[in-house]
């Protein structure tokens, strides 16, 4: 930037680069601080919303994430972030897109509406996504698009307490527990060459996942969880899909079906930040539904797993990589 911006940068800037100056309390909640943007030009990751919440099958309120999302980031805007030592956007270029819209009351058009607004992004630009939820369903119509884009069949690292790949052949059915079972079957996802960590509820057919479960992490720790994922992964093209309620509730209470006995945040994001070898080609962060959240520990937490991700992918960029 050529002059310092103080406070709402978020319409202020006028680049894409470089942070501002701003009091965390106040100003324009985009996503840590980024314009407000539909230009595409020159934009290396977009962040933006999908607040849905109808395919949730216990406790709804997730439509509410993304903006709880933003809340919790202004911290993350203001210091050099940690344990990088850097602020990304000296050479990352993020935008927040706002939201993505559909029509609630006609559910059946939901799914198209989230394919079309990532086709809108993806195959206008060169440029990642970084979505919130929302319920975990979002997920999946965000795989076709990026199916698309980047050919089939994708890598998935599925973070979760549930492996969400119980059986479901309706394809108008809005599941945020069945959407990996339908990714499987129509080919958008490799089982073989796809992770999920965290899980900790039974399923009878796991459809060849490879299951890093829950307590296996909890016993094996950080180095050993990074290694069966790069294992399993190596270069391959992969999706990231972070589901909150991985996180134990101790850490995560404000989600719409918690399971005791899951990850810290300490391993959770441990393991993040040791996958900039991957081969990202886009990500997500679901299910943080802040009416059951405590002093927003859940949003704060998923705002970190966000920025994490922006730092693999800035790390990915100046390695000539992204």
Not at 56 to 78: I, K
Not at 129 to 141: E, K, S, V
């Amino acid at each position: 930037m050529s002059e310092k911006i103080y406070g709402d940068a978020a319409f202020r800037r006028q680049g894409l680069f470089g942070s501002a100056t701003e009091n965390t309390y106040s100003g324009a909640l985009s996503f840590m601080r980024r314009n407000y943007s539909r230009d595409l030009t020159d934009v290396d990751v977009v962040v933006s919303g999908v607040p849905l919440d109808l395919a949730t099958t216990f406790r709804s309120g997730a439509r509410l994430g993304p903006a709880a999302v933003r809340a919790a980031s202004v911290q993350l805007a203001e210091l050099l972030l940690f344990p990088w030592g850097f602020d990304p956007f000296d050479d990352l270029a993020v935008i927040d897109y706002g939201d993505c819209y559909f029509d609630a009351h006609n559910p059946w058009t939901i799914k198209d509406s989230i394919i079309q607004h990532a086709r809108d992004i993806i195959n206008n630009s060169q440029a990642k996504m970084l979505t919130f939820g929302g319920d975990h369903y979002i997920t999946y119509p965000l795989l076709l698009a990026h199916a698309e884009k980047y050919g089939k069949p994708l890598s998935l690292l599925h973070f979760d307490a549930h492996c969400d790949t119980w059986p479901d052949d309706d394809p108008n059915s809005l599941n945020h527990g069945t959407m990996f079972y339908k990714a499987v079957k129509e080919g958008l996802i490799d089982p073989k060459t796809s992770a999920q960590v965290g899980i900790r509820t039974w399923n009878s057919d796991f459809m060849g996942m490879n299951m890093l479960f829950a307590p296996w992490v909890n016993e094996n720790g950080i180095d050993k969880t990074v290694e069966r994922i790069y294992e399993t992964i190596g270069d391959n093209p992969v999706y990231i899909t972070f589901d909150i309620d991985c996180l134990d509730p101790a850490y995560a209470p404000g989600t719409g079906t918690p399971v005791a006995g899951g990850l810290s945040s300490h391993t959770a994001l441990g393991i993040l930040r040791k996958l900039e070898n991957l081969n990202i080609v886009g990500a997500d962060v679901v299910e943080v539904a802040p009416a059951y959240d405590q002093s927003e520990i859940t949003a704060i937490a998923a705002a970190h797993v966000a920025a994490d991700l922006l730092c693999l992918m800035r790390n990915r960029k100046v390695a000539g990589k992204l």
